[in-house]
């Protein structure tokens, strides 16, 4: 069964979906909650990226950088 955005269990096709939302309108099934510590993790993945940047130097930054376009671009294209 294919998963949908935030991890959720949903129906491969448009009918089993409709199926399922009804299930859920109705009370046969329960709708997923979200989880609250994946929710904690998941904010580590959004910062992440600013913290690290604010912590490096300009000449760091720049560093990282030129060796990113290296590996883009460099001479084995």
Known sequence: MPRGPKGER???????N???????????????ERDP?????????????KARAKKLTAEQR???AKKAARARWGENR
């Open 10 to 16: 949903r129906p491969a096709d448009v009918i089993g």
């Open 18 to 32: 409709a199926v399922h939302i009804m299930r859920i309108a109705t009370g046969e099934v329960e709708d997923e």
């Open 62 to 64: 720049s560093e990282i």
């Open 37 to 49: 510590a994946k929710e904690h993790m998941r904010q580590g993945g959004l910062k992440g990226g």
